[in-house]
């Protein structure tokens, strides 16, 4: 039984992706805990079909309590997390049997997360972990949403990442649409604002709110306060803080105010993301050399979280900063670098008319 896992997943009104999700997990779990807050389409009758418990929860605007009543039904120690919009695509049994076996309880399972979202008319993949695999007798949630894992005893704990693979399709413009998602976070991030007081972690995940509903102008607000607040620059979620920022003040086209990303390099030089978007607001501004330079260290570094960003994006952009300086052959050069990225293949082809 120390061995055994149970999957846990809170759900509403996921009729369109809970069979997906369940199907994915099924063979992998020993069983699956479904707790239902207040659907009103199929989803429990589709989870039934999968689901070894479906459990109900009164709503109390407080994703940590209901995800903590999923932990309290499961009957295994251990738990995996899911959300309905989840699909496990890689789960090795024997890594994460180990992992399970050999590692202290009060550590903490890192499972590698792809969410694929539409950027102007490509589909895009961001790559991170997330904590979601652990022991309850050890773990419960805080936070009335974006709720975070915690230990029960207050104390530290370590993250080992664990050969589990999701694919998280929440991030699909119509899955947004659909949930209304921008409009209930905000909402319920300033209520616990109101309840917690300022908070670097929660204004940023306001700011992140705003961001995604493309009021980038409230977003930046958010982004600087909650700067204004950092207390260590190791937190994941910092960094993810400063490129947000930056990427904010891209979208309101004041590339001026996003050279302030550059005062944070010796922070995060080693970070393929962070480069990106340094070496894109360098060419924001102008500053061309050092734009190709920092895009060019993009490609020497690895595990970047947005896909191509160590590999053809930067290349990409040297290209263009090419073209636009008149330099037609190391354009094409660059271009040609890109493999088969169509916007490449295009300026490639433009070019070669001319």
Aim: aromatic residues 12%.
């Amino acid at each position: 039984m120390e061995n055994m896992v149970s999957a846990c997943l809170i759900v509403k009104n996921e009729e369109s992706c809970i069979e997906n999700c369940l199907k994915s997990v099924r063979n992998h779990v020993d069983e699956i805990v479904v707790v239902d807050t207040g659907s009103t389409d199929n989803t429990v009758k589709l989870a039934g079909k999968y689901a070894d418990r479906i459990l109900n929860f009164k709503w109390v605007n407080d994703f940590s309590a209901a995800r903590n009543f999923s932990l309290e039904n499961a009957k295994n120690d251990w738990v995996f997390i899911l959300d309905a919009d989840n699909e496990v695509t890689d789960w090795d049994e024997n890594t994460v049997g180990r992992f399970i076996k050999k590692n202290d309880p009060r550590k903490v399972g890192n499972v590698e997360i792809i969410s694929t979202f539409d950027e102007d008319t490509d589909e895009r993949k961001n790559f991170e972990r997330e904590n979601k695999l652990f022991n309850r007798q050890h773990f419960r949630y805080k936070g009335i949403i974006h709720e975070q894992v915690s230990a029960i005893d207050g104390g530290t704990f370590d993250r080992i990442d664990v050969d589990i693979r999701v694919l998280h399709l929440g991030y699909k413009n119509d899955e947004i649409k659909r949930k209304n998602k921008a409009g209930r976070n905000t909402e319920m991030l300033k209520l616990a604002l109101e309840q917690e007081g300022d908070s670097c972690y929660l204004l940023y995940q306001l700011g992140k709110s705003y961001d995604l509903d493309k009021n980038y102008s409230d977003a930046c607000k958010c982004f600087l306060k909650a700067i204004s607040l950092i207390d260590n620059f190791e937190y994941l979620y910092v960094r993810k803080l400063i490129i947000a920022y930056g990427y904010a003040l891209v979208n309101i086209g004041d590339f001026k105010a996003a050279m302030e990303i550059e005062k944070y390099y010796g922070h995060y030089v080693y970070n393929p993301d962070y480069n990106f978007l340094l070496a894109y607001v360098y060419m924001m501004n102008g500053l061309f050399s050092k734009a190709v330079e920092t895009f060019l260290k993009c490609t020497e570094q690895k595990n970047g979280e947005i896909e191509g960003v160590t590999t053809w994006l930067p290349l990409y952009n040297i290209g263009v900063i090419y073209e636009c300086l008149g330099k037609r052959d190391e354009a094409i050069k660059y271009y040609g670098q890109c493999g088969n990225y169509a916007q490449a293949k295009n300026r490639i082809a433009v070019l070669l008319q001319k």
